[in-house]
C-alpha cells in the first residue's frame, strides 16, 4: 500500500504518514546497531552478497540494492540503495529524457562493505556471483577472507526472479532473502503501481523492513 493510499484510508494528512515511516525507519536502524552488537564475541564466519534492481518511478531510472545476508540463518546484515544507469534498449531513451545517470553501486558496495566490516571475521567465507566488480571490492576490505563466486542462473516465476529453477542453490540464503524482499515491500514488486518517487524513501522503508525480517520472519 503506497502512503497515499494508506493517508487515505486512515483519513490523516499524507505528511503524517511519511512523519512515521521516518519514526519507524529510525528505531529500525537502532534495532539493527543492537543485533549487530551480537556479533561481538562471535563475529560472522559466511555471508553472501549481491544487488537487486528496482526503479525510480521509471524503468529509465534504475536504482541498485546492494544486500549481504549471513549464510543458512538469512539474517539481513546490511544494504545501501544505488542510482545506477539504466541498460540495453533504455540506455539511450534514459539519456534522451533525464540525461546521464551516475553509477553510485560501486560507492554503494563499498558502503555496505564498511557498515558490515566489524561484525565480519578475518577469515570469513564469502559467496557472490561473477560480476568483475565484486572481487576488487572483496580483497579491499576482507583481504583474508576466501570469495566463492558461482555463475548466475535464470529465475523461477515464483520469486520474481530472484529464486533459480531447480537443483543445488549456492546462493540460496541470498536470494530467498531477496525474494522475501520483493514479496514483502510492495514498491519492490515486478509490477506494482506503488513505485519508489525518492531513493531516501525506499531507503527508510526498507529499514523497517530488515527489522521485521531479522527479528520476526527469520
Known amino acids: 500500500m503506497s502512503m497515499r ?109 564498511k557498515q558490515i566490516k566489524p561484525v565480519i571475521s578475518e577469515v570469513a567465507e564469502i559467496k557472490s556471483d561473477q560480476k568483475p566488480l565484486y572481487p576488487i571490492k572483496v580483497r579491499k576490505y576482507f583481504p583474508k577472507s576466501t570469495h566463492i563466486t558461482t555463475k548466475g542462473r535464470k529465475g523461477c516465476v515464483t520469486g520474481q526472479g530472484e529464486l533459480k529453477r531447480g537443483g543445488f542453490d549456492p546462493l540460496f540464503s541470498l536470494n530467498h532473502t531477496a525474494a522475501m524482499l520483493r514479496a514483502n515491500v510492495n514498491r519492490l514488486f515486478r509490477r506494482t503501481w506503488c513505485t519508489t518517487k525518492k531513493p531516501e524513501r525506499l531507503t527508510q522503508h526498507l529499514m523497517v523492513y530488515m527489522s521485521y525480517h531479522n527479528q520476526v520472519l527469520t
Open 5 to 113: 493510499r494508506i493517508a487515505l484510508a486512515l483519513r490523516i494528512h499524507r505528511k503524517t504518514v511519511e512523519r512515521k515511516l521516518e519514526f519507524l525507519s529510525e528505531q529500525g536502524l537502532l534495532e539493527h546497531a543492537k543485533f549487530l552488537k551480537t556479533f561481538d564475541k562471535f563475529r560472522v564466519t559466511q555471508f553472501q552478497f549481491d544487488e537487486m534492481e528496482t526503479i525510480e518511478h521509471t524503468k529509465l531510472k534504475p536504482l541498485s540494492i546492494a544486500l549481504a545476508v549471513t549464510e543458512g540463518t538469512r539474517k539481513i546484515l546490511g544494504f545501501t540503495v544505488s542510482k545506477m544507469p539504466a541498460t540495453g534498449l533504455l540506455a539511450k531513451k534514459s539519456v534522451q529524457k533525464y540525461g546521464l545517470r551516475p553509477d553510485e553501486r560501486p560507492k554503494g558496495l563499498e558502503t555496505l562493505f
